[in-house]
């Protein structure tokens, strides 16, 4: 069965100072990933997603996360880090068995201090 | 555009009563989805919805009920509260890829916060 771990339940950076937070999946075949950002209080958006093709994907706000088959990870990325980007991240997969479903793992919540 | 809405946004209920947490899409979606979000767990689905009238269970369904007679709604019921079933409450929807290879993006809703006394 499909699953994502993200190690990390809390970071810290500065603002200005590079990001990067760690996904682990579990899954036999080529994954379709995600990650998601919650703000406080509000709903999750869409950052970027992995279907196949390049293993480097551009996303929204200036994230990447990089696609390694070998290590089975998805982690994201940011070169510099702003105020606004404090929020809680979410990785998840895809479901493959026709439910559409998605995975998540529990979360890593960003604090950015000035 | 308003894309998913919820509602109510906030509820305070007590032990044993019906609740039911309202989810309206604008897109035509084919898919909507129910999840819970608690500290420690992240998301867990509840309920998923392939069209209408096609329901099926998602990883935490008890105490739940679920019905979809039309493509934008999609009720979440719970039919007796319990102070477990305190938690937020998101609803997501997608579009239908037209093959089970392959998982489209989910859109969520702003969540409802529900607290069972």
């Keep these: ?114 | 555009d308003a894309g998913i809405t919820q509602s109510p946004r906030y509820k305070i209920t007590e032990t044993g009563r019906q609740v039911t947490l309202m989810c309206h899409q604008t897109w035509s979606h084919s898919y909507m989805f129910w999840y819970r979000q608690d500290l420690g767990h992240g998301l867990r689905l509840i309920y998923y919805s392939a069209a209408a009238d096609i329901t099926d269970k998602g990883e935490v369904p008890d105490g739940y009920v679920v019905s979809r007679s039309k493509t934008e709604n999609f009720p979440l019921t719970l039919e007796s509260a319990t102070r477990s079933q305190t938690s937020v409450y998101f609803c997501a929807s997608s579009e239908s890829t037209g093959t089970s290879m392959r998982t489209d993006t989910q859109y969520f809703g702003p969540g409802t916060r529900l607290t069972v006394l």
């Excluded at chain 1, 590079?18 to 075949?29: F, H, I, K, P």
């Excluded at chain 1, 406080?40 to 950052?47: A, E, I, R």
């Design chain 1, 1 to 114: 069965a499909q699953s994502v771990t993200q190690p990390d339940i809390h970071i810290t950076v500065s603002e200005g100072a590079s990001l990067e937070l760690r996904c682990n999946y579990s899954y036999g075949a080529t994954p379709y990933l995600f990650w998601y950002v919650q703000s406080p209080g509000q709903g999750l958006q869409l950052l970027l997603k992995y279907f196949s093709g390049d293993t480097l994907v551009q996303g929204i706000k200036g994230f990447e996360a990089e696609f390694k088959r070998s290590q089975s990870s998805f982690n994201l990325r940011k070169p510099s880090v702003h105020w606004s980007d404090a929020a809680e991240y979410f990785c998840a997969v895809g479901d493959q068995t026709g439910a559409n479903n998605l995975f998540f793992g529990t979360g890593t919540r960003l604090t950015v201090i000035p």
